[in-house]
């Protein structure tokens, strides 16, 4: 008989692979079961994705199954359907029977008289993952100048103590428009999570080159034009931006918008627990794919005029000038466009005692995720304590911003403002917020919350604004002005 294979533990290093890449292949691929048998490597390899998806440390497999297992990003991708970037397939537009295939037109009103639209294609992960197809009236490709137009520096404040930060964003003034305007708050290797209260309309078209960006509306109406069309947006939408898509944001009032705008260095994208293996939304899901908006009519722009693009590729800016408008799409399908998802269209989860915020989750990016705490009912058990408990944030920085609602539990906490609570430090309620909020039944608060696996940084103008006195205010003499109504994260 052979000889039986004794369990081992493995340690978090597979291969040449150490324990934060294996944090991040975590992020990339959930895997719950599996339908068809596998053999051979790739079994090898399905088996400790399985294992690095559920647990690092773990036991329980061999160890010539983890030596004959190759981990790669590609591997991850087929062997990951579940999870898409966008909630589902959209299509907008003229667009032929089949891909690659010619869409013909008028050879008299086409560019250079070919007679056809542009196929163009924007695929992520290499060609591995999600794509959208579009066809123009002329090949996007055409540029007439290219010239450096500066640098973004994101500075980080050389702090030397360990401590929260109450972040008063709400104080800070108005200036520049939607793109120019917007100040650098946190950063870390996986996002910039910037502050904007513009004061002047958007007149260039902007590219984000190496970045999906989520522009949270705290204030504001308007619509977002891109090349992909028109998509409206309002007071709580999480406007969701592919990158390398041009776009102007266009308010209705430019003096009452107000944004907090994470970009974002990995794809935006759905966990995957949300999700069936059709690629549909569970029905225990949070939200649906109806709560999800694309641009909902096409903005065609049929001009041979010169037209500046300002694209940013991580802190380089580069403008490129056209000879025709870049909004010149008449059709596209797939599954890479902008979108919003309205935060109060969020679907909250209430247990018999508090539910931590993974239950919140609302967006998930390789090294954080986004949540939404909407307005809900509180717990229900007798004797449930309806604050969250005293939390040590042992592998993950979070931050808060305070959208709408009360949050009287914390002194000078108002809308607008961001608080830091950084790993290695316990934080909670407020002295008298726990037996205040025993009698309460709902709470009507709204926040956004996103907690980050690397320590996040501060900016010299978010020091500017921070309030030195925050980390004190767990005092019993804090005069926190404890509020009943305040459930505050």
Not at 7 to 12: L, T, W
Not at 174 to 185: F, N, S, V
Request: hydrophobic residues 35%; proline residues 8%; contains cysteine.
């Amino acid at each position: 008989m052979p000889q039986e294979k004794s369990a081992i533990n493995v340690e978090p290093r597979i291969g040449n692979l150490e324990l934060p890449t294996l944090h991040k292949l975590q992020s990339w691929c959930a895997i719950d079961t599996l339908d068809t048998p596998l053999s051979g490597s790739a079994y090898s390899e399905l088996l400790v994705l399985s294992l690095l998806a559920s647990c690092i440390p773990c036991q329980a497999t061999h160890a010539s199954d983890v030596e004959a297992a190759t981990i790669n990003h590609q591997n991850f991708s087929k062997h990951c359907p579940r999870g898409q970037n966008m909630p589902s397939y959209r299509s907008l537009g003229l667009l032929p029977p089949k891909r690659h295939i010619a869409l013909r037109r008028d050879k008299s009103e086409s560019f250079l008289g070919e007679g056809l639209y542009y196929e163009h294609i924007v695929t992520t992960a290499g060609f591995d993952r999600a794509y959208s197809i579009m066809y123009h009236l002329r090949p996007p490709t055409r540029n007439i100048k290219i010239e450096a137009a500066g640098k973004v520096v994101v500075e980080k404040v050389q702090e030397q103590e360990l401590r929260h930060h109450h972040i008063r964003s709400q104080d800070l003034r108005r200036g520049g428009d939607p793109i120019g305007g917007r100040i650098p708050m946190l950063f870390n290797q996986d996002l910039v999570a910037w502050r904007c209260k513009p004061d002047r309309q958007q007149t260039e078209i902007y590219r984000n080159g190496a970045a999906d960006e989520v522009i949270f509306i705290h204030q504001g109406t308007g619509v977002l034009e891109t090349h992909f069309g028109r998509l409206p947006y309002r007071r709580g939408d999480y406007v969701v931006v592919p990158r390398t898509t041009n776009y102007r944001l266009v308010s209705d009032q430019i003096e009452n918008e107000d944004h907090l705008i994470l970009e974002c260095f990995a794809p935006v994208r759905i966990p995957a627990r949300y999700q069936n293996q059709d690629g549909q939304m569970y029905l225990g899901s949070p939200y649906y794919e109806r709560d999800f908006h694309s641009p909902n009519e096409l903005l065609t722009i049929d001009q041979e005029t010169t037209t500046t693009v300002l694209v940013k590729s991580h802190e380089h800016l580069t403008r490129i000038t056209m000879p025709h408008h870049p909004f010149d799409v008449v059709g596209w399908d797939g599954f890479v466009y902008p979108y919003t998802f309205n935060a109060w269209d969020f679907e909250p989860l209430t247990g018999t005692v508090h539910l931590p915020p993974p239950y919140q989750q609302t967006f998930e990016v390789r090294g954080f995720v986004i949540c939404t705490f909407a307005p809900r009912h509180l717990d229900h058990h007798p004797e449930a304590i309806k604050v969250p408990y005293v939390h040590s944030n042992v592998e993950a920085d979070e931050v808060l911003f305070y959208v709408d609602g009360e949050f009287g539990s914390r002194k000078g906490v108002e809308l607008g403002s961001l608080t830091l609570h950084p790993g290695g430090i316990p934080h909670g309620p407020h002295p008298g917020t726990i037996m205040a909020s025993m009698n309460v039944k709902k709470t009507e608060e709204m926040a956004v919350m996103f907690d980050t696996d690397r320590p996040l940084f501060l900016t010299p103008q978010a020091l500017q604004v921070d309030d030195p006195n925050y980390p004190l205010s767990w005092m019993e003499n804090g005069g926190n002005g404890a509020s009943p109504n305040s459930v505050a994260r």
